[in-house]
């Protein structure tokens, strides 16, 4: 029998975050999911890492291919699932223990075909709580009329998904506001919720300042309603864990 929930969670040097995160979907109340990790040749402990969940985490894969973006690891990653919906998770967030449990509750009751929630800082960053706090009411007044969804979690029906041919692979930042977009135009139920709790990082606030974060975000946000989807590179952008680790020494 399929799973209702296929979650797919691209990976690069993440040998910190990503345990946690799969430690929280083992202690899942709902236990109806497979997981699909895609890591991108991590050069750290990554990989060893997560084969420990490997017998914790009922249909648990671990997957090395090295994708050029985190739309190729992610559209990879759905040609591996059963599920009827799909749950896209950065490698760095967390989640509560009753997360999918509320997740399938919310897409039962309301006949969602795609959904996300607010995004909750790890720590206790005053800049990460600010910036987030600005993304989740912009999602929450806009999800009727210019909906988006934000990367570290998007949940979408899996034939859906398919039909809109996936997340655009040529798009180089902002491939998640782009599938919500797609998905808006074709008439699909969407809702953006305050619960179940996502707990995500704000090492890219502290890494880069609260200034120059908002900077690109509003930046790309801008972009997108103007032109479109942002095809070229409009400011430096790195992703993968290995960013945050250049300047600590060990």
Do not use: H
């Given at each position: 029998?399929?799973p209702?929930?296929?979650?797919?969670?691209p990976?690069?040097?993440?040998?910190?975050?990503?345990?946690?995160?799969?430690?929280?979907?083992?202690?899942?109340?709902e236990?109806?999911?497979?997981?699909?990790?895609?890591?991108?040749?991590?050069?750290?402990?990554?990989?060893k890492?997560?084969?420990?969940?490997?017998?914790?985490i009922?249909?648990?894969k671990?997957?090395?291919?090295?994708?050029?973006?985190?739309?190729?690891?992610?559209n990879?990653?759905?040609?591996q699932?059963?599920?009827?919906?799909?749950v896209?998770?950065?490698?760095?967030?967390?989640?509560?223990?009753?997360?999918l449990?509320e997740i399938?509750?919310?897409?039962?009751?309301?006949?969602?075909?795609?959904?996300?929630?607010?995004n909750?800082?790890?720590?206790?960053?005053?800049?990460?709580?600010?910036a987030?706090?600005l993304?989740?009411?912009?999602?929450?007044?806009f999800q009727?009329?210019?909906?988006?969804?934000?990367?570290?979690?998007?949940?979408?029906k899996?034939?859906?998904?398919?039909?809109?041919k996936?997340?655009?692979?040529?798009?180089?930042f902002?491939e998640?506001?782009?599938?919500?977009?797609?998905?808006y135009?074709?008439?699909?139920?969407?809702?953006?919720?305050?619960?179940?709790?996502?707990?995500?990082?704000?090492?890219?606030?502290?890494?880069?300042g609260?200034?120059?974060?908002?900077?690109?975000?509003?930046?790309?946000?801008?972009?997108?309603?103007?032109?479109?989807?942002?095809?070229?590179?409009?400011?430096?952008?790195?992703?993968?864990g290995?960013?945050?680790?250049?300047?600590i020494?060990?």
């Amino acid at each position: 029998m399929s799973p209702f929930f296929s979650i797919i969670i691209p990976s690069l040097n993440e040998e910190i975050n990503l345990p946690i995160l799969l430690q929280a979907i083992n202690n899942q109340t709902e236990k109806d999911f497979e997981v699909i990790v895609i890591d991108s040749k991590s050069t750290d402990n990554t990989k060893k890492e997560a084969e420990k969940f490997i017998g914790k985490i009922p249909n648990f894969k671990f997957i090395v291919r090295k994708c050029r973006n985190v739309s190729v690891g992610r559209n990879y990653g759905v040609l591996q699932t059963k599920g009827s919906f799909l749950v896209f998770f950065d490698a760095d967030v967390e989640i509560e223990k009753n997360f999918l449990k509320e997740i399938k509750e919310k897409i039962v009751r309301y006949s969602l075909d795609a959904t996300t929630v607010w995004n909750r800082p790890k720590t206790k960053s005053l800049a990460g709580k600010i910036a987030l706090t600005l993304a989740n009411l912009g999602m929450s007044l806009f999800q009727r009329i210019k909906p988006g969804a934000n990367g570290p979690c998007i949940i979408i029906k899996k034939d859906l998904f398919n039909k809109l041919k996936g997340f655009d692979e040529e798009i180089v930042f902002g491939e998640d506001f782009d599938l919500i977009q797609r998905a808006y135009q074709l008439k699909a139920k969407f809702r953006v919720f305050l619960r179940p709790i996502l707990y995500v990082s704000t090492r890219r606030f502290e890494k880069e300042g609260f200034l120059m974060t908002v900077y690109k975000s509003g930046k790309a946000l801008l972009y997108q309603l103007v032109f479109g989807p942002i095809r070229k590179p409009i400011f430096e952008y790195e992703m993968g864990g290995q960013y945050y680790k250049k300047n600590i020494k060990y």
